[in-house]
């Protein structure tokens, strides 16, 4: 049984597309990425521009989503990424569009972008030290993720949002440096707990830096309040940081992303789809469906929203990751889209 929308049999409705432009990715993120890279998807089963956009058409005017995310690998190397914005902005009803991005090239990106509507920037961000830096990412770009940033928030892409994931051993003690940087330029702060979704399969459940180490680092400078504002499908949980405001004067917030001590699959409100055409209706799911192949065969709008609905239906409750029987995807984050 299918719905109008992107149901499943537990009652969610996603609404909110993750749509991964390339596999591709300029640096080398230990929780996500080896050094040597991955065998990149070949360009004949990548997306061309016009597929994204239809495919982003049909979710939008056929199933309800109303806000799109363009991520990857790393969405600004794609080269259509502009033209791609500036499309799916035309649609109606407008959705929301944001980006997640290591923010490399997003100096020269930023007013573009928000010219071509796009709303808002996620920049992943995990340490303020240059050594530091390219132990976690094997490159040496963190004066380009910086200038990134303030780009991003001189082209009002605003809320600027960052994300941190924190490893032992690297920058697990970083969590006050960067909340005081945040705090400081005016950027949202949040952290995620490291997933299994790494190409390496290297991740250890005993040697994750958990929310609740996250939160107890934060309290040691600062004072962290309950936010009392609605968390809806919002993947983190935030708090307000006791004497600080945004630049628009609201109480400043952290974000922490618990995704695997303290999973919201209950609320989860997402479809993804990868850059050579599959959707997935988990970050977890071990099964996709191919839309790229009902796409170059012909098929009609509503033929694909249909293999679309019937994808999403079977969304499993949750990631289970804390089953014995858990097993990792077959791709890894930079394939699936984060
Ligand atoms: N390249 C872009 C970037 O880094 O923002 C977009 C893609 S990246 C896969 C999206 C987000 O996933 C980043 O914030 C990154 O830190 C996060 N990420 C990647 N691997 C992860 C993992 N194993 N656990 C938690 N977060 C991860
Ligand atoms: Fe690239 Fe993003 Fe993965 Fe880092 S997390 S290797 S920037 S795709």
Known sequence: MTTA??????????TDLRVSLTDRCNLRCNYCMPVEGLPWLPSSVVLTDDEVIRLVRVAVERLGVDEVRFTGGEPLIRPGLVKIVAAAAEL???????????????????????EAGLDRVNVSLDTLDGERFERLAHRRRLPDVLAGLSAARAAGLTPVKINSVLMRDINAD????????????????????????????AWDRTRMITAA????????????????????GAPAETWLVDGFTEPDGSPAKVG??????????????RTRLTADGQVRNCLFAREESDLRG??????????????WRAAMWTKRAGHGIDDPKFLQPARPMSAIGG
């Open 174 to 201: 970083e969590a006050p440096a960067l909340l005081r940087f945040a705090l400081a330029e005016g950027y949202q702060l949040r952290f995620i707990e490291q997933m299994p979704l790494d190409a390496q399969h």
């Open 256 to 269: 922490v992303i618990g995704s695997v001590t303290r999973p919201f699959c209950g609320d989860c409100d």
């Open 294 to 307: 009902a796409l170059r065969g012909g098929a009609t709008d509503e033929e694909i929203a249909d293999r």
């Open 5 to 14: 929308g992107l149901a499943d049999r537990y009652g969610r409705v996603a």
């Open 92 to 114: 109606s009803p407008r959705p929301r569009l944001s980006l997640t991005t290591n923010g490399i090239g997003l100096d020269r990106l930023a007013r573009p972008l928000r």
């Open 213 to 232: 180490e996250i939160l107890a680092g934060l309290e040691a400078e600062f004072k962290l309040l309950p936010d009392p504002a609605e968390r809806g």
